[in-house]
């Protein structure tokens, strides 16, 4: 899929890559690398030099599967050339099953953080709609102390939104996205209605508006798993922003996040205080996981400077 021009610049840039990693780090065989370091860089570094050796066979066996494992323990410390890396494998069915899905979304990660050649493979595998690798996801979040697990809210839903209700389900994890907090959002949003239409114009399950939409590539607003995939990209978004407090990516979900910024916290909107009350007590998690890298630089940047402690 990608030019052979390309691939033959890469393996040459990987051998020169590998032997200054391996300087750097200080160690002669790759798997000794992260034992040794301690800081995240050195510890992106180190993962990577192991990433690569078992790529292409370099002082260790070729093996594909553990070279994928390793670009991705890389990618989660925000490592944009891991990121690359990944997407390229998915993008190739190399050690992993070929995914452009999955590809798209690493390279659009890696693109955000200044990647150039992962904005070139962009045009090979189309345009990212969020998915990322299950290695990528967080780990389902504790419940909270106290709270009934027996007691669930959606499992009296009648035939026509159970049948919504699965895809938001299924939808979920593939954002790193607990399917109760998704399935939270879609009720009091738009009471698992696909054609819900607000008087501010947003539209369908998720209740997308215009910009909204444009922002997560979501081309028809009222076509189901479309909006679903845009309302979970956001709402993925917005708890990484707010390093995964559930209550203000609520609030930023209903009233966006420069009025939750201007407040410093929920906004004194009575219908955003209402909706943030109605969501979690579908969903009484004040925390959930969340990955820091889906956030840009300059937007954590701006994010610091307005943050009310």
């Not at 995240?40 to 192991?50: N, P, Y």
Request: charged share 20%; aromatic share 8%.
């Amino acid at each position: 899929m990608a030019p052979n021009a390309g691939h033959a610049v890469r393996r040459s840039a990987i051998r020169v890559a590998l032997s200054v990693l391996a300087t750097v780090v200080g160690v002669a065989h790759p798997s000794q690398a992260t034992a040794a370091t301690t800081t995240v860089d050195e510890t992106r570094s180190g993962l990577m030099a192991q990433a690569l050796a078992y790529e292409h066979g370099e002082g260790v066996p070729e093996d594909q599967r553990r070279a994928a494992e390793l670009y991705c323990e890389a990618a989660r410390t925000g490592d944009p050339e891991a990121m690359f890396s990944l997407g390229w494998m998915y993008a190739n069915g190399r050690g992993v099953a070929r995914d452009d899905a999955v590809a798209a979304s690493l390279f659009a990660r890696a693109a955000s953080f200044g990647h150039e050649y992962a904005r070139h493979m962009l045009k090979f595998v189309g345009p990212s709609d969020g998915v990322v690798p299950a290695c990528l996801l967080p780990p389902k979040p504790e419940q909270t102390e106290g709270v009934d697990e027996t007691v669930d809210p959606f499992a009296a839903l009648p035939p026509p939104k159970r049948r919504i209700a699965d895809i938001v389900m299924e939808a979920a994890p593939k954002f790193g996205i607990d399917p109760q907090l998704a399935l939270a959002i879609v009720a009091v949003e738009s009471d698992f209605e696909p054609n819900a239409r607000s008087p501010k114009d947003a539209r369908g399950l998720m209740q997308l508006i215009g910009g909204t939409a444009v922002r997560f590539n979501v081309t028809n607003r009222m076509d189901i798993a479309a909006n679903v995939r845009g309302g979970l990209a956001y709402l993925r978004w917005l708890l990484a922003y707010y390093e995964g407090q559930v209550r203000l990516a609520v609030a930023a979900y209903n009233a966006g996040e420069a009025a939750v910024d201007k407040y410093g916290g929920v906004p004194p909107y009575r219908e955003t205080r209402d909706y943030v009350s109605r969501v979690l007590r579908l969903f009484p998690n004040e925390s959930h996981p969340y990955d820091p890298t889906i956030v840009e630089p300059s937007r954590a940047v701006v994010r610091a400077s307005t943050r009310s402690d």
